[in-house]
């Protein structure tokens, strides 16, 4: 799995380098820039030519800071490999400090083409020069902006945004913050991003990842177990990690031996939700499953299902306080069961509400909960924290918002730190669903999901990831396992229905006639 750094971490990760092992900056800065010069040849290289027209240029746009000293050393490397450059410096050459104030000496010695875009007209001077420029480089600002852009900086910005060149940005887009994804007021948009050392936490979520463009990741030099001595704030899950998470499959096994399912769903209207989390289910492994529904839907339920027993969970017109009625009724339920996926579909009113609280917080399966299961335990994170057995909750942003008082647009703006604090405060699990699914657990630890697609944002859809969460759960896989194998292979579901389609059209329940094709091609990487 590919390490995810804040630029915190990656500056502990530059000092560590340097203090410990004794390699110079000037040293990592050489690597970096020549290891993005190779990305940058490949990508001319690459580029449509017209018979007789001169060689492309490249135009690489420096800072006065190490990004800026990132952007010298790239420019040596393109020249001294016979290809047309021109360096904009964006701050006078006095303002340019440290390794790259070297660096910049020594384009200078080399004679290569300056051009100072600093002074008054600068910024138009620039954009006027761009448009000529085949491929344009952003040397700007690095991961340690973390202010908005305005005055001249912005202008820069603007006019590489408007340059017609393939863009290729030096360790993160300028104008992106390196932690969230976010941009700083303007930011450049990307078609190539070269980071160095270790993938930054902002270029694996969205909008980051739609802003860096394509992403290459090129080392510094340092030795490989600095990665392990300074450590990492997320991980990027991948085909070849999943698989380890994936319960075994014995020959000789039986549906006992793969675990029984409880799903706690459904309610007028709303049966649909228990029947395809039931289908989920059922076709990530579990060995049994059984729907226990409110008595006005138990038998609409049981005429669409097959391989699924549907009991009744509460009565029509059930009391909320009657506790003892419903202790045994609960008791008789969840005997023989192995996990427990709750929520989808089950409605809001008192009596239903009033048993997902009391199942929440004393049955001793480990349990996944979404939907109405997350609305009856907002501003209840006691129920969760105390709860005997593992427990995974799987919001969409607008679900946590609800469940920690923010706003929607708060937590999309920090996706990953809203996941974490919320897993930490509530002990559990926590997968927040959407574009590049966070998953976090009590401990801190961070993993992103890179699969999915558009065509996945349709109702029914978070049913089914529940369903493949629970079926895990069922098979006792562990809960962060769970959460993260269920996230990676409902989103490989949905990108193996969608394809030689743009998602439009695409229904929750073509996600689970894949489900075991997925299964199938994972457990091939074991």
């Known amino acids: 799995m590919e390490l995810l750094v804040t630029r915190a971490r990656m500056r502990r990760y530059d000092a560590v380098a340097q203090e410990k092992y004794g390699i110079d900056g000037l040293v990592l800065m050489e690597n970096a820039g020549r290891g993005a010069a190779e990305v940058i040849r490949t990508l001319v290289e690459g580029l449509p030519r017209r018979p007789r027209a001169a060689a492309p240029r490249i135009g690489i746009v420096c800072g006065p800071g190490n990004n800026g000293g990132d952007g010298f050393v790239v420019a040596r490397h393109l020249s001294n490999a016979g290809l047309r450059v021109l360096v904009y410096l964006t701050a006078p050459a006095e303002r340019v400090g440290g390794d790259a104030a070297r660096n910049l000496a020594v384009v200078r010695a080399m ?33 340690g902006l973390d202010r908005e852009v305005t005055g001249r900086p912005r202008e820069v910005i603007e006019a590489m945004n408007a340059a017609p060149g393939t863009k290729v940005a030096l360790d993160v887009p300028s104008g992106l913050d390196a932690d969230s994804g976010r941009p700083l007021g303007v930011c450049v948009h990307a078609d190539h991003t070269v980071t160095f050392g270790h993938l930054k936490l902002g270029l694996a979520v969205y909008p980051g990842l739609e802003l860096a463009g394509t992403v290459h990741v090129t080392g510094i030099g340092a030795p490989e177990a600095l990665g392990r001595e300074v ?98 009724r609960w008791n008789v339920l969840a005997r023989g069961k192995t996990a427990v996926a709750l929520g989808p579909g089950c409605g809001t009113d008192e009596a239903i509400t009033a048993a997902i609280r009391r199942i929440v917080a004393g049955a001793k399966l480990p349990m996944v909960v979404d939907a109405d299961g997350l609305n009856a335990l907002a501003e209840r994170p006691d ?73 996945m944002a349709s109702g029914g859809s978070g049913d089914v990831l529940t369903g493949i969460i629970g079926g895990l759960l069922a098979q006792r896989v562990d809960a962060l396992d769970a959460a993260c194998a269920g996230a990676f292979v409902h989103g490989g579901a949905g990108d193996e229905a969608a394809e030689g389609t743009d998602g439009r059209g695409l229904a929750a329940r073509d996600l689970i006639a894949h489900l075991p094709r997925v299964l199938r091609r994972l457990a091939s990487h074991l």
């Open 111 to 143: 004679g290569l083409d300056l051009v100072d875009v600093s002074g008054d007209g600068g910024s138009a001077a620039l954009r006027r020069a761009l448009a000529h420029d085949a491929v344009v480089v952003d040397g700007l600002f690095g991961t």
């Open 231 to 328: 450590g990492f704030d997320a991980l990027l899950l991948d085909a070849e990690a999943v698989p380890a998470m994936l319960p075994a499959r014995p020959r000789d096994g039986h549906k006992g031996t793969f675990g029984h399912l409880l799903v706690v769903a459904g309610s007028r209207g709303k049966s649909g939700a228990a029947v395809m989390t039931a289908q989920a289910g059922v076709r990530t492994g579990a060995g049994l499953v059984t729907i226990a529904a409110t008595g006005d839907v138990r038998a609409s339920i049981e005429a669409r299902v097959r391989e699924t027993m549907v009991e009744e969970l509460i009565s029509n017109g059930s009391a909320p306080g009657d506790e003892k009625a419903f202790e045994a």
């Open 383 to 455: 129920l969760v924290r105390t709860a005997p057995a593992p427990r995974i909750l799987t919001p969409h942003p607008g679900e946590m918002a609800r469940l920690i008082g923010a706003t929607t647009a708060d937590v999309q703006a920090d996706r990953i730190g809203t996941a974490r604090r919320v897993a930490a405060d509530w002990n559990a699990v926590v997968v927040l669903k959407g574009a590049r699914t966070v998953i976090a657990a009590p401990d801190g630890r961070v993993f992103v999901n890179p699969t999915g697609n558009p065509g």
